[in-house]
């Protein structure tokens, strides 16, 4: 089941708050603080809508770049040994290391 919301390229929580009886949520990935609510999936849809459309005005208005929910590039830290076997592998396959990983990836939240 999906428990997130997408639009305009941008992501956002479902939650659900039992002292409220509210659903909320915020979007996902980008640093700052855009959330939004409803009583009903549809409300929180609409709203989650609204807030995206709202953040992408303010950001033509002022002229700065909106930042998107997910870049496609991020840091991953592990061991030094790990990292060697891994673009020691990488390598043996005439791959280059993000490849590897994003092949990893895919083969692990696809399974």
Do not use: W
């Amino acid at each position: 089941m999906k428990k997130e919301l997408s639009y305009k390229g941008y992501y956002g929580s479902v939650e659900y708050s039992l002292e409220d009886d509210v659903l909320y949520g915020k979007v996902i990935g980008i640093k700052g603080l855009l959330s939004y609510e409803g009583q009903t999936l549809d409300e929180l849809r609409k709203d989650f809508q609204g807030v995206i459309d709202e953040y992408l005005e303010d950001c033509k208005a002022q002229g700065i770049v909106p930042q998107k929910s997910y870049k496609g590039s991020f840091n991953v830290r592990i061991t030094p040994e790990l990292h060697m076997k891994a673009a020691a592998y990488a390598a043996s396959q005439a791959e280059s290391l993000n490849s590897l990983v994003e092949k990893a990836i895919k083969k692990y939240v696809n399974a």
